[in-house]
């Protein structure tokens, strides 16, 4: 039994340290972290639209379930990395390369299988029983401390690295600089209130620098080129009010923020680098492995932007420092943060989420919002008058008219609409009500000329979620 348990120990304690290592090199950006590439592939059947919307049905919208299938991968990770370390050195090593080869690069699968093979061979010389007959021999007290001691420090390292990855997972936004004496307009989010949604936990978003950044452009533009930020801050750049919201927002969801953005137009930017006969496509590459494409001909349109700031501030690294993408009239999805690359290309090449089967062009649906008074506590005073307030936004088309109802849906009555500073951004509304004692279903609608919001609901994946806000107000 304590020749089981050593062995157990001595496992337990290669597969700990082999993965405090794998995390170090993954800092020093000379490897993937396992951990997080055996989650990236488990996300690809997340990302599978009716997948994510179960999932999300029950987890809610946030990073929940990325949080549980995170925590459940690092499991498998250490548990199977445990088992490994009960067999041969050479075999389980070998092993573990295989594993990791199915999705790993070739480079991340040798490093690990040759760090496994080195620390289990260690542990077994340092601390494995010496044979001196042909009986083995219980391990020395002081060798069975020691290990114990080892054993327990790695898992501390372990725990205490996974702690500090929910804390930074579930940490509070980083706060907005503010310039003293010069409050944003209104209607514009505060960066720290800026909604965030992202194909990865956010320990693990790309922490990007600017000293060591480049955008590389290529495929078939006139000349291959780097550029630095500061080449890009040095063009002429557009400032656009604009509001960004995620597909996967659902009826009267919290994804949907409007910012003040500023950054180089890129049909001035692709003038710049020249395009060559037979381009059809924008390739845009990120630094997390996130592809999107759009038609050359659209990436030309006016008001399409390469962004290095938000609200008079640089980009911050989870809203996509340095650099990222800004297209009118399309959910998140096809506007990539951490742009680390540019393609010019004759052929499509299908987008990281609509190769799960999302939305390919992903339009904006025209879709309206009651925030006053909140879903979450629906009481109103009886017999005062109250204001009902909310957003209206169909993208690149005009928000025309809103309409509310107070009784489900069977009247409707005309909202009051706020001057726009831009036709990319929503449109805020507000109605005076003065309710007498009772209950009562709020409803709201938008219209953009003869257009009016679908008042069939749709679950917000693949193409964006459909019907009308509503929830039952009480007033007393």
């Known amino acids: 039994m304590n020749q089981l348990r050593g062995k157990l120990l001595i496992a337990w304690t290669t597969a700990a340290l082999l993965s405090v290592l794998g995390y170090a090199l993954w800092r020093a950006n000379l490897v993937g972290f396992a951990p997080q590439e055996l989650f990236n592939r488990v996300t690809q059947a997340l990302g599978v639209p009716r997948v994510f919307q179960f999932i999300h049905s029950i987890l809610g919208i946030g990073q929940d379930a990325k949080i549980l299938a995170f925590l459940s991968v690092s499991l498998l990770w250490l548990g199977g990395s445990t088992l490994l370390g009960l067999l041969r050195p050479w075999l389980g090593a070998v092993i573990l390369g295989a594993l990791l080869l199915t999705f790993a690069p070739p480079l991340d699968a040798l490093v690990y299988g040759v760090s496994f093979f080195l620390l289990r061979v260690l542990l077994d010389r340092v601390f494995a029983p010496r044979a001196q007959s042909a009986a083995p021999l219980p391990v020395e007290p002081s060798r069975r401390t020691t290990l114990a001691l080892l054993g327990g420090g790695s898992a501390l390292l372990v725990g205490g690295g996974l702690l500090n990855f929910f804390r930074q997972v579930n940490g509070v936004a980083q706060a907005a600089r503010v310039v003293p004496g010069q409050p944003l307009p209104f209607g514009v989010t505060p960066v720290s209130q800026f909604y965030y949604v992202s194909k990865n ?16 452009v290529g495929g078939l533009v006139s000349e291959e080129r780097t550029f630095t930020l500061a080449d890009l801050q040095e063009m002429p750049a557009k400032t656009l009010e604009l509001t960004l919201s995620c597909i996967s927002n659902p009826l009267g969801g919290p994804l949907i923020s409007n910012g003040i953005w500023r950054g180089v137009p890129v049909s001035d930017f692709l003038r710049r680098v020249g395009v060559q006969k037979g381009a059809k496509y924008v390739i845009w590459e990120a630094a997390d492995g996130y592809i999107e494409s ?57 987008g990281y989420w609509v190769q799960r089967g999302w939305s390919k062009t992903a339009v904006v649906e025209l879709t309206s919002r009651i925030d006053v008074p909140a879903e979450l506590n629906p009481i109103v005073k009886a017999d005062e008058s109250t204001t009902l307030h909310g957003i209206a936004f169909a993208g690149k088309k005009e928000i025309t008219k809103v309409e509310v109802s107070v009784d489900g849906g069977r009247t409707w009555r005309a909202a009051r609409l706020e001057p726009k500073r831009s036709q990319h951004a929503w449109t805020l509304w507000s109605l005076d009500w003065t309710p007498k004692r009772g209950s009562y279903q709020l409803a709201v609608r938008a219209w953009s000329g003869d257009e009016v919001q679908k008042s069939a609901e749709a679950d917000a994946l693949p193409e964006g979620a459909t019907g009308y806000h509503r929830f039952i107000v009480t007033a007393s």
């Open 201 to 216: 936990l956010e320990a693990f978003d790309p922490k990007l620098k600017e000293e060591n950044w480049r955008l590389k």
């Open 294 to 350: 759009l038609p050359l001909g659209q990436a030309f349109e006016e008001d399409v932007l390469l962004v290095y700031e938000l609200n008079g501030e640089p980009l911050t690294q989870k809203h996509g420092f340095p650099l990222r993408v800004l297209i009118p009239g399309r959910y998140g999805m096809k506007q990539p943060r951490w742009i680390t690359a540019i393609r010019l290309s004759d052929t499509d090449e299908a």
